[in-house]
């Protein structure tokens, strides 16, 4: 007896340890098994089979490195990772957390936040060292992932499958959608490209073609001028986009642009924490740019032919109203010649016409005659007359 009261409390033992490590597991997704492009890293490694993130999110400081992760626990918005190593800082050792708050865009794509307060000393990543007694005791998404200064809108990060680019297209923020000229400032000049340059997000509303033949400075590291937005967030009047570049192969597959009103900053990578549209950004290869109405060179003689088109149909309406007009009085003057053989001073006179409509005509004074229609019916017939003439001809 007292050796089943002795197995009890041992069985529940056990059976909350499963628990824990049941609410401890994490899933990733299968598409992002292999190679990932992050806007924040470069080419990631996911390898789904051990959970880890085996390249490309190490950090370094302190002459120590944390290089893989594993993840440790996810739910439907998070997956926790945790370094494989811990290092020593100023005695204690500490592991290396981040909290990573994702959202699915598409088949190919992910944004995320990274939920820690910044850490200046592995160069101001947001990312949380937990002491390793501290971490050997147990930690989760909700002990580790709650920063006291959290990730601001802009500071968001995008995942895409490794050459799946033309798979995850999503739309522009208005502010984009539409064909601009553009005049950029880099570190060391102004005024590249300006008037005639195109840059035409509004052909298709995913996607940025520029004509490198209007103006042949490569934009933002591409050499096809092709790109795709991936995700915006947009923040008070700012719009933050990153962008895909269509190229097989470059050295600056994202970048991110911070758009409000016509002016608009870019950043390779993701957007700099604080970016603004209205200037460069740390980083030497930002560009400042003003979008302006685009003018094509071909616009100008199209403009006038408007004009014409509206000239045109506006003539032809006043000519077939004239044609109209004379038609009827070519007819009521060739009545009026039947009955009274042709008189013109009789046919003048609106007693003698029955389809006369102008019946108080003769209580009108000269002028006012002069001025109504019965007195442009007495004037106008040769002209008229001549006219419906030459129309039969
Ligand atoms: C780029 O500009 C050139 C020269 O004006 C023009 O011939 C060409 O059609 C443009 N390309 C595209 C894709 O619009």
């Not at 924040?40 to 789904?48: A, D, I, W």
């Not at 933050?240 to 470059?250: E, H, K, L, R």
Request: charged fraction near 15%.
């Amino acid at each position: 007896m007292s050796f089943m009261i002795f197995w009890i409390p041992l069985f529940i033992i056990i059976n909350s340890r499963n628990f824990k490590l049941i609410d401890c597991v994490c899933t990733l997704p299968t598409v992002l098994d292999g190679n990932v492009w992050d806007s924040r890293r470069g080419t990631v490694v996911f390898s789904n089979s051990n959970l880890e993130l085996t390249s490309g999110w190490e950090v370094s400081g302190f002459s120590q490195t944390w290089s893989i992760f594993t993840c440790i626990e996810s739910d439907s918005n998070h997956w926790l990772f945790q370094s494989v190593n811990s290092e020593e800082v100023y005695g204690p050792k500490y592991y290396g957390f981040y909290c990573v708050r994702y959202t699915k865009i598409t088949d190919y794509s992910y944004y995320y936040y990274l939920d820690s307060d910044i850490e200046e000393i592995v160069n101001y990543i947001r990312l949380s060292f937990i002491e390793e007694s501290v971490a050997n005791a147990g930690v989760t998404i909700s002990s580790v992932c709650n920063p006291t200064s959290g990730p601001s809108a802009e500071e968001f990060h995008v995942l895409v499958k490794e050459n799946r680019q033309a798979d995850v297209k999503q739309l522009f923020p208005a502010a984009l959608m539409g064909v601009y000229a553009y005049t950029a400032t880099d570190a060391s000049s102004s005024g590249i490209c300006g008037t005639g340059s195109v840059w035409d997000a509004c052909t298709i509303k995913t996607t940025i073609l520029f004509n490198y033949t209007q103006c042949s400075t490569q934009m933002f590291g591409s050499t096809d001028g092709e790109f795709y937005a991936t995700k915006y967030v947009t923040s008070g009047s700012t719009s933050y986009v990153i962008i895909i570049n269509g190229d097989s192969t470059t050295s600056t597959r994202f970048t991110c642009l911070a758009v409000s009103g016509s002016s608009v900053s870019s950043n390779p990578g993701s957007c700099e924490k604080g970016q603004v549209a209205t200037s460069r950004t740390s980083d030497a290869a930002s560009l400042l740019i003003s979008l302006s109405v685009y003018e094509s060179t071909q616009a100008t003689p199209a403009s006038p032919s408007y004009v014409m088109i509206i000239v045109g149909v506006v003539v032809a309406l006043i000519v077939l109203i004239a044609c109209v007009i004379g038609c009827k009085i070519y007819h009521k003057y060739k009545k009026k010649s039947k009955v009274q053989n042709g008189n013109e001073e009789n046919a003048n006179n609106p007693g003698n016409d029955p389809s006369a409509a102008n019946v108080e005509a003769g209580s009108l004074t000269p002028r006012e005659i002069n001025n109504s229609l019965q007195s442009i019916e007495k004037q106008v017939p040769p002209l008229n007359a001549k006219y419906i003439s030459h129309d039969h001809q």
